[in-house]
Each structure stands twice: as structure tokens, then as C-alpha cells.
Nanobody
Framework: VQLQASGGGLVQPGGFLRLSCAASGSIFSFPSMGWYHQAPGKQRELVAAVTSGGSTDYTDSVKGRFSISRDNAKNTVYLQMNSLKPEDTAVYYC??????????????WGQGTLVTVSS
């Protein structure tokens, strides 16, 4: 499965963006999918995740501003980002994982999409 992230760009503080992560195959069996971000000089960290059952989790800095969702029929995960702040500037990566027939966990990563929040 390949993941293709899109939707990044330049936006002013207070603005919004919607990121999309399209999978080349079915994500139905993926227990969880998420979005990570990595700012310059910092480690990649989890921003939001959504389980196959629809439960969501967010890092504290984006709670109330970001919303993650998944559409299994379209094999796509979305990240709606509202009230953007300069500190949200980063490359955003989508991630999904599943267990293989051998019981091993397999991680899949998109290529990243740059979000820049600046006036």
C-alpha cells in the first residue's frame, strides 16, 4: 500500500487547510491511521490518529482546532486544520499500519506535504 499526501500550502495565521491522504489499496484493515508533523530541527511527532472504529486522538496543541477523519470507502484519511498558527508550520506525513499474515506490524508512510503558516 502506498500513501499519497496532499493539500499543504501557505496560509495566513487563523486560516485553514484540509490535508488528504489517499491510499493505493484498502485501508479497511488498518487498525489506526494518523498524521504526524516534523518542524525544522525537530523530531517527527504524532498530531492526530483515528482508529478503524472511528475513535480519535489528538496532541494537546491541536485539540479543538484540528479534526481527523477516515473514509474507508475512498481509502482516504483527512486532516481538517482550522485556526492555524505559525507554530503549526511543518511537513505533515500520513501514516497507517496493519498486521501482516505473519503477525508482524507493517508501517506505511506518505511522502509529506508542507504546511507553512505565515503572514
Amino acid at each position: 500500500v502506498q500513501l499519497q499526501a496532499s493539500g499543504g500550502g501557505l496560509v495566513q495565521p487563523g486560516g485553514f487547510l484540509r490535508l488528504s491522504c489517499a491510499a493505493s489499496g484498502s485501508i479497511f484493515s488498518f487498525p489506526s491511521m494518523g498524521w504526524y508533523h516534523q518542524a525544522p530541527g525537530k523530531q517527527r511527532e504524532l498530531v492526530a490518529a483515528v482508529t478503524s472504529g472511528g475513535s480519535t486522538d489528538y496532541t494537546d496543541s491541536v485539540k479543538g482546532r484540528f479534526s481527523i477523519s477516515r473514509d474507508n470507502a475512498k481509502n482516504t484519511v483527512y486532516l481538517q486544520m482550522n485556526s492555524l498558527k505559525p507554530e503549526d508550520t511543518a511537513v505533515y506525513y500520513c501514516n497507517g499500519w496493519q498486521f501482516g499474515a505473519n503477525g508482524r506490524k507493517y508501517d506505511y508512510w506518505g511522502q509529506g506535504t508542507l504546511v507553512t503558516v505565515s503572514s
